[in-house]
């Protein structure tokens, strides 16, 4: 390392990996308290409740790109710092505001600062670590992501037993990380990059490849942070502290798996990864046609963690191997727009399809048939081109 170039230190990976449990926390911390904050607002419709949850994703779609951009022009650390604040104050703010509307304006600043939290973190590892570590740091994001759905889910819908403005205060944690990140990270410097390196041409194919699919995945899974609370409380009759905690135990089991993926990837091509995790968010939601009970939707839950873990951290990295130290940010803020415009659509496919069928208990399904077509899509690519495609980018 030349003098005066910054080199992450174990406190700079715990800072990383705590402020990207932070990445779904758009409304994983108060999804337990929707039905709640529905009875306090019983003059709107369910689709504005909905959207304190979805708001945030909408917020990252339309700015994560923009916001990529500026991180690349301004500094990842910098991009961050601000993102940090902005996502910490609009989030608690939610605890003092008793007004619907302006409850929504400011779901959807923490979107934007989300947007920061994903495209900069993201970045950040793909600059800071190389090769075989780079995939690790990656697959360890991955399952803090994982680990902070199950704090901030069973979080939330324990301090939904208070009262549905409790969950607000869960925000603060961005305070404690901005800390963290003023005193561990500092911008990457590269001067030790060969000039082959800052000017390689990034493979668009997988780029877009990697973007169609974490968009496809989320716009699937996404429908269980969003309507379980809902499932559990008027099919199972449960608290919403039991949705928070099969949630939780969703985002444990992802987390799980997602600390074996270096090894189960060194096994496996990465592109029959995607259509395998695509198969098994199918199954969990085809499972909704069996009686309902708690295992049951335990065991769903389990299902799609283990179809997260297979899909996300390949597309991520498939996306540092592509990144250059000039790119890093707009292309994860590609990866960050995408993957929140599919939460957000997700709502509204769900909300689509109980016109058709208004029982909520048959609509998971309904989305599962969806899922089974996109993974048959998954798995015609990679026997047409994914083997070769995965080989030549590892090359």
């Known amino acids: 390392m030349n003098a005066g170039e910054f080199g992450p230190t174990k406190l700079s990976l715990i800072t990383l990996l705590i402020g990207s449990m932070l990445i ?17 607002f019983p003059d709107y419709d369910d689709i504005w409740i909905t959207m304190i949850i979805t708001l945030p994703s909408l917020a990252i779609a339309v700015t994560g790109f923009a916001v990529g951009m500026l991180a690349d022009r301004f500094g990842k650390v910098r991009t961050l710092s601000v993102s940090l604040a902005v996502f910490a104050l609009a989030g608690i703010s ?12 400011s779901r959807f600043f923490v979107g934007v600062g989300i947007a920061g939290l994903t495209s900069c973190l993201t970045a950040l590892i793909s600059e800071y670590y190389g090769g075989v570590q780079r995939a690790k740091v990656l697959s360890y994001q991955s399952a803090a992501m994982g680990i902070g759905v199950l704090v901030l889910e069973t979080g939330g819908g324990a301090l939904a037993g208070f009262g549905w403005h ?15 990140v003023v005193v561990s990270l500092r911008e990457p410097t590269r001067k030790d990059a060969t000039a082959s390196t800052m000017q390689r041409i990034s493979d668009k194919r997988i780029i877009v490849y990697g973007y169609l699919t974490i968009f496809m995945t989320m716009l699937f899974v996404f429908s269980l942070p969003t309507r379980l609370p809902t499932y559990v409380s008027e099919v199972l009759g449960e608290t919403t502290l039991m949705s928070g905690i099969i949630l939780g135990i969703h985002g444990t089991v992802q987390a799980v798996f997602t600390l074996m993926y270096k090894r189960i990837s060194d096994h496996m091509n990465r592109f029959l990864m995607i259509p395998c995790g695509m198969g098994l968010v199918t199954v969990s939601l085809l499972m909704f046609l069996l009686p309902a009970s708690i295992p ?12 997260i873990a297979l899909i996300s951290p ?18 994860m803020g590609g990866y960050s727009t995408l993957l929140n415009l599919g939460q957000f659509l997700c709502s509204f496919l769900f909300a689509a399809l109980m ?37 030549r980018s590892l090359s």
């Open 355 to 391: 016109v058709f069928e208004s029982d909520i208990k048959t609509t998971f399904p309904v989305l599962g048939v969806l899922a089974l077509i996109a993974t048959v899509a998954f798995l015609a690519f990679f026997l047409l081109r994914g083997k070769d495609m995965d080989s």
């Open 24 to 40: 779904l926390m758009g409304g994983a911390a108060v999804a337990p308290a929707l039905p709640l904050i529905s009875e306090a």
């Open 314 to 331: 390949t597309v991520v990295n498939l996306l540092a191997e592509q990144v250059t130290p000039n790119t890093s940010g707009r292309i």
């Open 94 to 105: 939610g605890y003092v505001i008793d007004d619907l509307p302006l409850l929504l304006v």
């Open 296 to 307: 049951i939707t335990v065991i769903i839950g389990c299902l799609m963690g283990v179809g």
């Open 166 to 180: 409790s969950p607000f205060l869960i925000y603060g944690l961005g305070f404690v990380i901005l800390a963290l």
